[in-house]
């Protein structure tokens, strides 16, 4: 009996005594579900890459904000908005292949992003705060923010997810089915921006891919539908961000770091259980029969 | 008269006059003029890179015109995305998207529903006649990236049909299906024209072409335009090919 106790007390004790593990507990986990919807897409139309240039174009930004005393989401949102214009740019007009190109650009902001904030006294402690994160200092104004950005991600996600969908499949059968490619594939890398500004405070520019991308690529791996997708990467996430500062928590580790390596880990987990499902499908496609009509 | 309003007056639903088509500054295949009416089967026909596929891009709306003048049921190509579909030559499958058969089938009336509209009894009752008419019923919850490519060919030939255009651009529907398969596609495109479809269909299948209004032969130009018999010639084959078919 005390066992017990004493097991469920270490599992959900940390959160019931300290309000400083709630408002984390609640801010990763909005952060969790934010990631997933836009990460859904990032993995289904392989933006990854370009997921990661946003996550470290914001860098300079939020380098400029702390600078100046502006708040450090307004100079993200700032970033965001160079770096989205940097690779349409660069993916439209420039002769390179864009994998090169985004990957210049991305190096290109973050050395900025270091050299601004070397000017500032306290380099290391806000460098480390940019790129790792803050967990254990969420304040009621960043779970409102939070909620905001999660309202507007759902409501993008929500309203174009048929012309998302498509594109995922084939930009020309969007363009075909009368939805324009440039304006979603924008309204797409917005919303993965947003993403990004509202998660870079908890858990840091360098790591926010990682819930972007690993919890919708545990959803791709268990759904057959993109709703349930979505829906799985959403549990992952949160599920994570149990496990991420619990394990923070006992064993006194980063909780940003914790929390993304779960839901890595996660992945794995996944990847490695449903290997003999994933064979099973590989090996029938040769053999499918064919029927007449 | 514009050329849009003669196109409507006539009755036709594709013109194209001294049509250029390509790829950037690279023209594929210059001077095509083209008319069809409602019910016509057009068959394009050459080797790989002739323009087979340039061409029905030009249509489709995904390539701009790059000289001289097309339109399609009265506007530009791409202007009408529900009374036009296209069939890819090689539909993309993805090993990441969780879509079943019948998700990819609905996503033919997503032209019809725009961002808001919700799909109503009649879509569903159309995706799943559609699904059976290309036989994609029979694996209709099987997700996409586990579909045999014939099976992948027969769900994406459901989503082009399930969008009921008037005008069908259709980029060798029967890759990758057997002989019923293809039987089967024969018939879908005898049954389309019948209700008024006007098809575009390009092939390798000399087969395919004997059942058309007119062939169009093409070798990185037009070799060859007309009614099946005079434009199959053993000389235009031979040009078009570089051998003669054995009668």
Known sequence: MNLSFALADSLWGPFARNEFMQNALLASSLVAIICAIAGTYVVLRGLSFVGDALAHGVIPGIALALLFGIPGVVGAAVGALVMMGGVSVITTRVRLSADTAIGLLFVGMLSLGVIITSRSTSFVGDITRILFGELLGVTHADLAWQSVVLVLVAAIAFIAHRPFVLMSLDDGLARTSGFSVTFFHGLMLTMVAMAVVGSFQLVGTLLVLGLLVAPAATGALLARRVSTMMLVASVCGVMSSYVGLLTSYHFDVAAGASIVFTSVYLFVLVAVVTIPRRMRGASELPHQHEHGH | ?247
């Open chain 2, 1 to 247: 008269m514009s050329h849009q309003d003669a196109t409507n007056i006539a009755g036709l639903t594709i013109t194209a006059s001294h049509l250029d088509v390509g790829y950037g500054l690279h023209r594929v295949v210059r001077d095509i003029n083209l008319q069809t009416q409602r019910g016509d089967l057009i068959a394009l026909i050459g080797t790989n890179g002739s323009g087979k596929s340039t061409l029905l891009k030009s249509l489709a709306g995904m390539l701009p015109a790059m000289h001289g003048e097309v339109s399609v049921l009265g506007t530009r190509p791409g202007a009408a995305p529900k009374r036009v579909a296209y069939l890819p030559q090689h539909p993309v499958s993805s090993h990441t998207l969780p879509l079943r058969a019948r998700d990819v089938v609905a996503m033919g009336r997503f032209a019809h529903l725009g961002l808001f509209k919700r799909a109503g009894a009649t879509d569903r009752e159309i995706v799943e006649r559609t699904m059976q008419r290309t036989g994609a019923v029979e694996f209709a919850d099987k997700p996409l990236r586990e579909m045999s490519g014939g099976q992948q060919q027969r769900t994406h030939l459901a989503q082009v049909l399930s969008r009921q255009a008037e005008v069908l651009l259709l980029d060798e529907p029967t890759a990758g299906l057997d002989i019923a398969g293809k039987a089967a596609v024969a018939d879908i495109i005898a049954a389309e024209r019948a209700r008024g479809v006007t098809v575009v269909l390009a092939t390798h299948d000399l087969a395919d072409a004997t059942s058309a209004t007119a062939v169009m032969l093409l070798a990185q130009r037009v070799v060859a335009f007309g009614p099946p018999d005079v434009a199959l010639s053993d000389a235009n084959v031979r040009e078009c090919f570089g051998f003669t078919q054995p009668h």
